[in-house]
């Protein structure tokens, strides 16, 4: 936020530790703790502000509070105030917001002295519509005394259509999304000449969440941006604020286009902070195969915050789905009453979905100290100021370290200690971390992954850049190297047609309406209730067969659905409200073909390859579980056509003189392979920034295209996402922490926590777990030294070149492709 938490004085709070040892107090419970790691207290460095900043800026800036700012803040303002674009990617609760929002205000206040009183205009790109609003509400109060010079307005979806010519007209300083940016600015650029041609500054917050395919997509919507300011005769400086990340500059030059430099030596002043990680015990269950079942994350956690508000500590829970953070509220309710009656009240769960004033009322009552606890999605992790938080509770690794030290650090910032807790869920990589620290706590986070010059990803960017102005020759460098292949395909297909000006749009519907930045195109399927007729919301035609099939459990705010029918040719998924004791898991078979091989290792007779694969995948299945145990209650058969994903893999082979030396017998083979395929998947996000359900694999005891026992894990996005080329580019490392992944586990035959998928296709059937620790030892001592890669390296995928591909349909993502 704008008003940076310095250090406020202490309170009468017991010591991160002591909350800890409290926790640990109970039956069995101090077994359960892994490890605890302490990072000590930090004191802060400041520094002088420079020069260029405005003196009615610095007296707004002083009035809230803030006489001098840090190091890395000065730091990244000389570098704006200079025309450099920046990334500042510090800790949260550094003051990042002030180090881009200083030079923005200069610039505005310099700009209303001109003679149309708009001489400088500024942008700022959020994630969600609510940081956008949230900033919105902090740069208002802090330029508030510096009167019409800073206009600040939002600009998305939920901006009323009076006010949005206002924007246009009016505004200095507007905030929107990408979203926003790709549908409704640059299609009708015309109307914003006047704000684009004095366009100073491009602010672009919380960065590292643009990863992946979504990360693509808004990396080309940034060059469209940067074409048409051109055309205004405006060439913006790009702010960018990010999360701790690795190579910051180079993925925020990959998502601009532009040369970035960085800031990342944090000078703010934290607490301590104690960590600890948490495994949840082993019950009586069996699950699969008769496989030992742990108890949950979202138990587990709904526990620890209920000690914790018992104790008076102001907590939040962090959590991966709507269903858990209403699940661990309700479980920490019931079970404060039984301690105080008037305890319930004080904790409540937040999630998306909920109208602005109530997110609003949640934040305020958290801040304030009437809520103690609070169960949260990812939705309280970007942006919004909720300083006096004592401890943080993470349901689950939450994909990637940079999201999982934005977490932990919602605590702490008012500058005292605080508290943070990784329960485990019973999942292969949250087994690993919570047994192997240093993965956690000695390593740098991830490099953001994305790939502008995917086809699916650039096309229809191209169509939209030729739609907004003809693209002419020198617009196809700006693009990427892979343009100027693609738009004579685009002039084939009837896309694009040339002429003396260069490449025009042809069609009649808006080119901007070809591709979804967040989804995978295609018709979305719309959820309606059948009782009432009512539009509950819509399921991205990619996601629909998994998520919205006969029978599946449906979440929409707050309320249970189960669906009673899907219609793929209406695209309508029709529900019915319920309450079942269960949720549904969707389970698919899938086959693979390989198009083209671009990269090739020999690890000794066996080979690591990474290209071009065709995915064909099939829902088949769906499994009920018990709500708060997993148990599973039975399986489904569904019928539903196959669907094809032309994206990229990696794989690897390995030959029958390997296996014989790994003592792999033919009836093991498939198990052997089926196990290490479903841990490398689990164990993959430890490396590229990804979430299993980005990505799926399938292996064969002898593959038709390489003639040998092969496993794929491939990228579940059309064109690829960068995600298979990381593991190609790390592949030692993630082997090598997939065989002790599954070597550590303390079960027998192979359970969730190692080699069982909740989302395989054939019952986690055939699967062996020391047979593939033989297979991986096999592979990993074959590989020759030579062929090592420092085991941070970044990647930018190339992306497959050749036919697009119709960028413009529906494709199924990997979440059920394994």
């Known amino acids: ?31 359960r703790i892994t490890h605890t790691e302490h990072l000590p207290p930090t004191t802060a460095r400041h520094a002088d502000w420079p020069d260029q ?89 802090l330029a508030a005394p510096l009167g019409t010079a800073v206009r600040a307005a939002v600009y998305d979806g939920d901006t009323p259509f009076e006010e949005r010519e206002w924007v246009r007209q009016y505004a200095t300083y507007t905030l929107t999304n990408p979203d926003m940016l790709h549908r409704g600015i640059l299609p009708a650029h015309q109307r914003w000449a006047s704000f684009l041609r004095q366009l100073r500054y ?48 180079e993925a925020a030059g990959r998502l ?12 703010s002043p934290r607490g301590e902070l104690v960590f600890a990680l948490w495994e949840p015990p082993l019950t009586e269950l069996s699950g699969e195969r008769g496989a030992p079942v742990r108890r949950t994350a979202t138990a587990e956690t709904a526990d620890l915050l209920t000690d914790l508000v ?149 096309a229809p960017h191209l169509c939209a850049a030729a739609a907004e102005l003809p693209l002419t020759d020198d617009d196809l460098t700006l ?40 989804g995978e195109g295609g018709r979305p399927v719309q959820v309606v209730e059948s009782a009432t007729g009512r539009l509950l919301g819509t399921v991205d035609a990619s996601a629909a067969h998994a998520s919205v099939h006969e029978g599946a459990v449906h979440l929409h705010q707050g309320l249970t659905y ?57 829902v088949v299945s769906y499994l009920r579980r018990k709500l708060i145990t997993g148990e599973v209650l039975g399986e489904t058969k569904l019928d539903l056509p196959p669907r094809t994903l032309r994206t990229r893999a990696v794989w690897w082979s390995v030959t029958d003189d390997q296996l014989d030396a790994a003592r792999i017998h033919p009836e093991e083979l498939p198990g052997a392979l089926h196990a290490a395929e479903h841990a490398s998947i689990g164990m993959l996000p430890l490396f590229a920034t990804c979430d299993r359900w980005d990505i799926g694999g399938v292996s064969f005891p002898l593959h038709p295209d390489t003639g040998l026992p092969s496993v794929f894990v491939y990228d579940g996005h059309p064109g690829g996402a960068g995600f298979a080329e990381r593991g190609f580019r790390t592949a030692h490392a993630w082997l090598l922490a997939t065989r002790e992944a599954i070597a550590a586990c303390e079960c027998e035959f192979g359970c969730p926590s190692c080699i069982q998928s909740p989302k395989c296709g054939n019952g986690n059937d055939p699967l062996d777990k020391a047979a593939a620790v033989r297979l991986l030892d096999c592979l990993l001592s074959a590989r020759p030294e030579e062929s090592a890669r420092p085991e941070g390296e970044d990647v930018n995928g190339a992306g497959s070149v050749g036919d697009a591909g119709d960028f413009g349909g529906a494709t199924e993502r990997g979440p059920a492709a394994e």
Request: net charge neutral; with cysteine; aromatic share 6%.
């Open 1 to 31: 936020m704008a008003h940076d938490p310095r250090p406020q004085p202490a309170h009468d709070r017991p010591s991160p530790a002591t909350v800890l040892h409290r926790l640990a107090a109970g039956a069995g419970r101090a077994a």
């Open 53 to 141: 900043i405005r003196p009615e800026v610095l007296a707004a800036v002083r009035a809230a509070g803030i006489a001098r700012p840090w190091e890395h803040q000065a730091h990244a303002m000389a570098h704006a105030l200079r025309g450099e674009s920046v990334v500042i990617a510090t800790g949260t609760a550094s003051g990042k917001s002030l180090a881009y929002l200083a030079p923005v205000l200069s610039a505005l206040v310099e700009g209303a002295e001109a003679p149309n009183g708009r001489g400088a205009t500024a942008l700022y790109l959020a994630p969600t519509k609510a940081l956008a609003a949230d900033q919105r509400r902090a740069v208002s109060a």
């Open 202 to 249: 491009v602010v672009i917050d919380e960065c590292h969440t643009y990863r992946g395919v979504f990360g693509s997509h808004v990396a080309q919507v940034l060059r469209r941006l940067r074409r048409v300011c051109a055309r205004y005769g405006a060439d913006p400086v790009f702010l960018l604020a990010s999360a701790t990340a690795a190579d910051p500059a």
């Open 256 to 267: 601009t286009g532009v040369t970035v430099h960085e800031v990342t030596d944090d000078a």
């Open 310 to 458: 018992s104790q008076g500590s102001r907590t939040v829970a962090f959590v991966r789905s709507r269903r858990s953070a209403e699940l661990i509220a309700i479980l920490a309710q019931d079970r404060l009453a039984e301690v105080d009656r008037s305890l319930p009240e004080r904790v409540a769960a937040y999630r998306g979905g909920y109208l602005p004033e109530e997110r609003r009322a949640l934040e305020r009552d958290l801040h304030n100290g009437r809520l103690l606890g609070l169960a949260s999605t990812t939705a309280l992790e970007l942006g919004v100021d909720v300083s006096g938080l004592d401890t943080v509770l993470l349901a689950g690794y939450p994909g990637t370290r940079a999201s999982l030290w934005q977490q932990a650090g919602r605590a702490g910032r008012g500058g005292q200690g605080a508290l943070a807790v990784l329960v485990a869920r019973d999942d292969p990589l949250d087994t690993y971390l919570v047994h192997h620290p240093d993965a956690l706590f000695r390593r740098p986070v991830e490099s953001t992954v994305l790939d502008p010059d995917n086809p699916y990803v650039l």
């Open 479 to 518: 693009f990427g190297p892979e343009a100027a292949d693609l738009v004579p395909q685009l002039v084939k297909r009837g896309l694009l047609r040339r002429r003396s000006g260069g490449w025009y749009w042809t069609r009649r519907e808006r080119a901007a309406d070809l591709t979804d930045i967040r």
């Open 562 to 618: 189960v669906v009673e029918r899907l219609d793929l040719d209406d695209a309508v998924a029709l529900v019915e409200q319920a309450d079942p004791p269960y949720s549904t898991m969707a389970r698919e078979t899938t086959a693979i073909t390989i198009l083209g091989t671009d990269t090739e290792e020999p690890w000794g007779d066996a080979r690591l390859c990474f290209g071009s694969v065709e995915v064909t995948h099939q």
